[in-house]
């Protein structure tokens, strides 16, 4: 079974320029994340999807961020304009359906490496 | 608010040696407790989790954790560390009825040959 797949692994841009990442979780898998992972830090939830249903983005900084399931599956997390405090880990994860309470295994992505100049 | 705290942000074992990494968490309800380990530029991967039941949790790659509510502990062991062991561990907690995984800053294990 694949697991999570982000793509770029490793992205380097200027500050002031757009980025976007993707994420195609595990089959079957409705639940989607995005998280932050500073340099020394653990994980910090952006946004959590349930399908196609952005359910939590409390955390998304919404000036510059923004993020798309449009079918339920794959994922787009943008930044525009990205800036110097933007370089970081992005990860995405996948988990089954959580609406009905309790607790799915959460499966991560390797993430991908952000370096604004 | 809930919170964990790892003590200590890097840790060095010898091969061989118990390897001990320490969390407390912070929660007003019971918990889910987890921990996961990242190799270098992998994705988190989950070692054990604690949801009820029995207190001793084991996990893959010979590491268990205990959760102790009294202290509000669930700190993470091996009896012998490995060289593979070496990684990044992070402690993560779940109240009971929520979604939000909430992470510590993460412990960094060396092993020394």
């Known amino acids: 079974e694949a697991g999570v797949v982000q793509s770029p692994r490793y992205k380097i841009i200027e500050k002031k320029q757009p980025v976007a990442f993707w994420c195609n979780p595990i089959?079957?898998?409705?639940?989607l994340y995005w998280y932050l992972q500073n340099l020394g830090q653990g994980p910090e939830l952006l946004i959590r999807?349930?399908?196609?249903?952005?359910?939590?983005d409390s955390q998304l900084p919404k000036d510059r961020f923004s993020a798309e399931r449009l079918k339920g599956v794959d994922s787009t997390l943008k930044i525009q304009p990205a800036e110097l405090g933007d370089s970081a880990v992005y990860l995405c994860?996948?988990?089954?359906?959580?609406?009905?309470?309790?607790?799915?295994?959460?499966?991560f992505g390797p993430g991908t490496r952000l370096t604004v100049l | 608010a809930q919170s964990v705290t790892q003590l200590g942000s890097h840790v060095s074992v010898s091969e061989g040696a118990l390897v001990l990494l320490r969390c407390n968490y912070s929660?007003?309800?019971?918990?889910?407790l987890f921990w996961y380990v990242q190799y270098p530029n992998q994705g988190l991967q989950l070692l054990l989790k604690?949801?009820?039941?029995?207190?001793l949790v084991k996990g893959i790659n010979g590491f268990e954790a205990e959760f102790k509510k009294s202290e509000t502990s669930f700190h993470l062991t091996k009896p012998s560390a490995h060289m593979s062991d070496a990684a990044e561990y992070f402690c993560?907690?779940?109240?009971?009825?929520?979604?939000?995984?909430?992470f510590g800053a993460g412990t960094r294990l060396f092993v020394k040959a």
């Open positions: 994860a996948s988990s089954k359906d959580t609406r009905a309470g309790g607790y799915n295994e959460q499966f």
């Open positions: 089959s079957g898998h409705n639940t």
């Open positions: 999807y349930e399908n196609e249903e952005a359910v939590d």
């Open positions: 929660s007003s309800v019971p918990p889910y």
């Open positions: 604690y949801t009820t039941g029995a207190t």
């Open positions: 993560a907690v779940i109240h009971t009825g929520g979604f939000k995984t909430i």
